[in-house]
């Protein structure tokens, strides 16, 4: 794995006679679970491919807790073995919180065995070394990695087609010539915004304050590393627990970023106003001791109004984020790979690289994002109603399902209809008992 430094120009300039020698087939922007999953694809189908990752790892980035279906493309990639061996915290369910009483409504994985996982556990992991090790295992399978190398442009031809990527690389400027250009660049969205075709979100405007902790008290689920999710008594707020480690938890407040601004509050003192919201949160970080500093991360939701074209695809955030609510960004990430993986063996097979070869991927994953998005619209709509659609006999299944990332056809999941359903009742009833808590969020 190659880590460029700019020290020695005689060595920066012969990686870079190296790197430009010959025409990579595929050239994959970015070294993150999308970029990596991707380049683990391609090497098993023999198709050779190279990755660019601007940063150095391991690389600071924030927690993160995997959904079930991610396990698939672990299995797929022979990622699973590397998992178990590093000894990540196993995830077996989650666990909700209602916003200012004592209580608990939780969901486990075993309640709803996928027909493509065998086992009944996902993980929790620290990104900077899980991202560190997707990328090594790609390099093991065939991916040809480079470290310190940032992109700035991708590059067209006279027939507007991808044809290559303009490196930084030691100082200098170089083009790397390519058959396809995959943008993995997360979110820094490279191409998305060189084509402008990245939109951000009209009703999401979230505004995340993390840390991490020790002494967290974990609760009944301390056993199994459940995720906590707990409801915050205002606008769209909510606050995650994720188990880093057995001893170090990620916990972060989420709410509008208008609240955060109009709090006029030190990121600390912001924290703390919320924690102290929630009774349930309160008893759990009662103990806790903040080992790094707080971190802010906004903007959260965006798409672009193409994943694919002639010559390029866009996958992982580069292509789409939404609302991180419910963990969804490896599992989309991780399937973004896997699809276009499908259709960029197609284009080598048929010598087509156009975007109607290509985009038949976008198609499915678009399918499967625009799922998630009117979950989490509905989801943020009900908040602690949720927890309804939880207990249900008729519904819980179909909860599951959802929250395992397993449907990419909206028919599949009649639940968001009678999640549509019951919010019509409840605004359209005179006295509704939950008519005080739906939030005012848009769902058309």
């Known amino acids: 794995m190659k880590a460029p430094t700019g020290a020695l120009r005689l060595e920066a300039q012969a990686e870079t006679q190296s790197m430009n020698s010959k025409t990579d087939n595929v050239v994959i922007i970015g070294g993150g679970p999308a970029g990596s999953a991707l380049g683990c694809y391609l090497s098993k189908a023999g198709i050779k491919n190279t990755i660019y990752e601007a940063a150095n790892h391991p690389r600071a980035h924030v927690g993160e807790s995997m959904v079930m279906s991610s396990v698939q493309v672990f299995d797929e990639i022979g990622f699973l073995p590397v998992l178990e061996r590093e000894g990540f915290v196993k995830k077996h369910g989650a666990s909700w919180h209602p916003p200012v009483s004592k209580g608990e409504a939780d969901i486990a994985f075993s309640e709803f065995p996928s027909p493509h996982v065998k086992q009944d556990y996902t993980y929790h992991v620290d990104r900077q070394k899980f991202d560190l090790l997707m990328l090594k295992h790609a390099e093991s399978l065939g991916t040809k990695v480079y470290q310190g190398v940032s992109a700035t442009k991708v590059l067209f031809d006279e027939n507007n087609y991808a044809c290559g990527v303009r490196m930084r690389f030691a100082e200098q400027e170089i083009d790397v010539p390519a058959r396809l250009v995959v943008d993995a660049s997360g979110r820094q969205t490279l191409l998305g915004k060189q084509l402008k075709v990245k939109k951000n979100d009209p009703i999401f405007d979230q505004f995340a304050v993390h840390a991490w ?67 349930d949160l309160a008893h759990a970080m009662r103990n806790a001791k903040r080992v790094n500093d707080f971190k802010l991360e906004g903007d959260y939701s965006y798409k672009m109004d193409t994943f694919a074209g002639n010559g390029f695809v866009l996958i992982g955030d580069a292509a789409r984020f939404v609302d991180p609510i419910f963990s969804s960004g490896v599992s989309v990430a991780l399937f973004s790979a896997k699809y276009s993986a499908e259709r960029i063996k197609y284009a080598f097979e048929n010598n087509d690289f156009s975007e109607a070869a290509l985009k038949p991927y976008e198609v499915k994953l678009r399918s499967g994002t625009e799922i998630w998005y009117e979950f989490i619209r509905l989801y943020y709509k009900l908040l602690p109603a949720f927890t309804h659609f939880i207990k249900s006999k008729k519904h819980r299944i179909e909860v599951l399902r959802l929250l395992q990332g397993e449907v990419f056809d909206r028919r599949d999941v009649p639940v968001l209809d009678a999640m549509r359903k019951f919010i019509h009742t409840v605004e359209t009833t005179p006295g509704h008992m939950f008519a005080g808590v739906l939030s005012d969020i848009s769902i058309d």
């Open 213 to 279: 902790f020790e002494n967290v008290d974990k609760s009944k689920k301390a056993s199994s590393e459940y995720i906590h999710i707990y409801f915050l008594p205002v606008e769209r707020g909510w606050a995650w627990q994720i188990p880093i480690t057995h001893e170090i938890t990620s916990m972060g407040i989420v709410a509008e970023k208008a609240v955060f601004k109009g709090g006029r509050l030190q990121p600390g003192e912001y924290f703390q106003k919320y924690v102290d919201s929630n009774p």
